[in-house]
C-alpha cells in the first residue's frame, strides 16, 4: 500500500511541471499534498494514476511501475479527480452498478450497497446525480473512487467548493477511509492538512521543498523565526554568518527578526553573541503556523 516516486520529473514541451520529485509514502498514511496554484499537483496526481505518463524517473505504486504494470497500478487505485466529473443524469444506485460493472467487481450489488452505507448515501441513493447538493456529488465521486475497494486513494482538492458543514462531514469521511487505506490528497486549504494529514508533500514551481509530518510542523521543525534584542547595534551582514539563516530583518533599536532555515538556531545565536561581545536582553521564538511555513517556502 506504498506509492514511491524517484527522481521524477515531467515536461509539457518546454515546460517542466515536475522537477526531480522523490518521495515515499507509507501504508495507512493521509498524505496532504500542498503548494501553490501551478506548482505540479495534479500532474503529479495524474502519472500516479496513469493519466499522463511521466518524462523521467519512477513511480511505483503497491510495488507495481506505473509505466510497465499500469493495469495492476489501476487495480490499486481509486482517483477522486479535480471537479469531480460525473453523469448527472443518471441515478446514485446506477451510477455506481454502472462504475463496479467497469471494474468487474465480483458481487457489484454488495459492492454498492457496502460502499453507499459507508459513505452516507443511503437517504439519496435513488436521486439524479444531478439533483444532489455539491456535498452529496463528492461523495458520489468518492464512492465511485472506492467501488473496487482499492489500497490507494488520491483525491485531488476533494473538499474544494463545498460549504463549511460539507467540508467537516467529507473530512471526517477521508479520516475513517485513511484508517484502511493509503490516501493522497491535494488541498489549499492549510487547517485541513493540519487537521486531516498525518504527513505532507509541499511542492513549488515543481519541486518538493518539504516533505514532513504534520505533527512537526508545531516545534518549527522547518523554519524558526526568532526575535533578539542585544545590548548593542550591530552590522545585519555579521548575524547573516550564522549557519542555517536565511534572513534578517531590524525591526528596531538593536533588536532583531532572524528567520532560519533549520529546527532550532537559539543556541548559535548564544554563542554568536558570546564570541561577539554582546549581551542577549530578549530572545523569543515565534511559533509557526502551516500558514506560514507554506508561505515562507514558496514565496
Ligand atoms: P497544480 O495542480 O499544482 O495547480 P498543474 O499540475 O495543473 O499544477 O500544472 C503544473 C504546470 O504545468 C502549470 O504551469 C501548468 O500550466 C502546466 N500544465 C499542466 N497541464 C498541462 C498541459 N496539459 N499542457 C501544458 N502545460 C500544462
Same mark, same amino acid.
Given at each position: 500500500?506504498?506509492?514511491?516516486?524517484?527522481?521524477?520529473?515531467?515536461?509539457?514541451?518546454?515546460?517542466?511541471?515536475?522537477?526531480?520529485?522523490?518521495?515515499?509514502?507509507?501504508?495507512?498514511?493521509? +498524505?496532504?499534498?500542498?503548494?501553490?496554484?501551478?506548482?505540479?499537483?495534479?500532474? =503529479?496526481?495524474?502519472?500516479?494514476?496513469?493519466?499522463?505518463?511521466?518524462?523521467?524517473?519512477?513511480? $511505483?505504486?503497491?510495488?507495481?511501475?506505473?509505466?510497465?504494470?499500469?493495469?495492476?497500478?489501476? $487495480?490499486?487505485?481509486?482517483?477522486l479527480p479535480e471537479n469531480n466529473p460525473l453523469y448527472l443524469d443518471m441515478y446514485v444506485r446506477?451510477y455506481l452498478?454502472?462504475i463496479?460493472?467497469?471494474?468487474?467487481?465480483?458481487?457489484?450489488?454488495?459492492?454498492?450497497?457496502?460502499?453507499i452505507?459507508?459513505i452516507g448515501l443511503?437517504v439519496e441513493k435513488?436521486k439524479k446525480i444531478g439533483a444532489l447538493s455539491k456535498g452529496y456529488k463528492q461523495r458520489v465521486g468518492l464512492a465511485q473512487s472506492?467501488?473496487?475497494?482499492?489500497?490507494?486513494?488520491?483525491l485531488d482538492e476533494p473538499t474544494s467548493g463545498l460549504d463549511?458543514n460539507q467540508i467537516?462531514e467529507i $473530512?471526517?469521511l477521508?479520516?475513517?477511509?485513511?484508517?484502511?487505506?493509503?490516501?493522497?490528497?491535494?488541498?489549499?486549504?492549510?487547517?485541513? +492538512?493540519?487537521? +486531516?494529514?498525518?504527513?505532507?508533500?509541499?511542492?513549488?514551481?515543481?519541486? =518538493?521543498?518539504?516533505?514532513?509530518?504534520?505533527?512537526?510542523?508545531?516545534?518549527?521543525?522547518?523554519?524558526?523565526?526568532?526575535?533578539?534584542?542585544?545590548?548593542?547595534?550591530?552590522?545585519?551582514?555579521?548575524?547573516?554568518?550564522?549557519?542555517?539563516?536565511?534572513?534578517?530583518?531590524?525591526?528596531?533599536?538593536?533588536?532583531?527578526?532572524?528567520?532560519?532555515?533549520?529546527?532550532?538556531?537559539?543556541?548559535?545565536?548564544?554563542?554568536?553573541?558570546?564570541?561577539?561581545?554582546?549581551?542577549?536582553?530578549?530572545?523569543?521564538?515565534?511559533?509557526?503556523?502551516?500558514?506560514?511555513?507554506?508561505?515562507?517556502?514558496?514565496?
Amino acid at each position: 500500500m506504498t506509492i514511491e516516486a524517484t527522481n521524477l520529473t515531467k515536461l509539457y514541451s518546454t515546460q517542466k511541471a515536475l522537477d526531480n520529485v522523490s518521495f515515499k509514502i507509507n501504508s495507512n498514511e493521509i +498524505v496532504g499534498l500542498i503548494g501553490p496554484n501551478g506548482a505540479g499537483k495534479s500532474t =503529479l496526481m495524474k502519472i500516479i494514476t496513469c493519466f499522463i505518463p511521466q518524462t523521467e524517473g519512477e513511480v $511505483r505504486v503497491c510495488g507495481y511501475d506505473v509505466t510497465e504494470n499500469s493495469i495492476e497500478v489501476r $487495480r490499486n487505485i481509486g482517483y477522486l479527480p479535480e471537479n469531480n466529473p460525473l453523469y448527472l443524469d443518471m441515478y446514485v444506485r446506477e451510477y455506481l452498478m454502472f462504475i463496479g460493472n467497469i471494474y468487474k467487481v465480483k458481487n457489484t450489488e454488495n459492492a454498492v450497497n457496502d460502499i453507499i452505507g459507508l459513505i452516507g448515501l443511503e437517504v439519496e441513493k435513488n436521486k439524479k446525480i444531478g439533483a444532489l447538493s455539491k456535498g452529496y456529488k463528492q461523495r458520489v465521486g468518492l464512492a465511485q473512487s472506492m467501488i473496487h475497494n482499492p489500497k490507494i486513494l488520491i483525491l485531488d482538492e476533494p473538499t474544494s467548493g463545498l460549504d463549511p458543514n460539507q467540508i467537516i462531514e467529507i $473530512r471526517n469521511l477521508i479520516v475513517k477511509i485513511g484508517k484502511q487505506k493509503t490516501v493522497l490528497l491535494s488541498t489549499h486549504n492549510m487547517h485541513e +492538512v493540519e487537521t +486531516v494529514c498525518d504527513k505532507i508533500l509541499l511542492i513549488n514551481k515543481g519541486k =518538493l521543498v518539504a516533505n514532513t509530518k504534520t505533527a512537526n510542523l508545531d516545534v518549527n521543525s522547518l523554519i524558526s523565526t526568532i526575535i533578539v534584542e542585544f545590548d548593542k547595534e550591530l552590522d545585519i551582514t555579521t548575524l547573516k554568518t550564522i549557519e542555517g539563516i536565511t534572513e534578517v530583518i531590524a525591526i528596531k533599536k538593536n533588536t532583531y527578526k532572524i528567520v532560519a532555515g533549520k529546527e532550532d538556531i537559539r543556541s548559535e545565536i548564544f554563542d554568536f553573541a558570546v564570541k561577539n561581545n554582546l549581551k542577549v536582553l530578549s530572545l523569543n521564538m515565534e511559533k509557526q503556523d502551516l500558514e506560514s511555513v507554506f508561505h515562507n517556502l514558496t514565496k
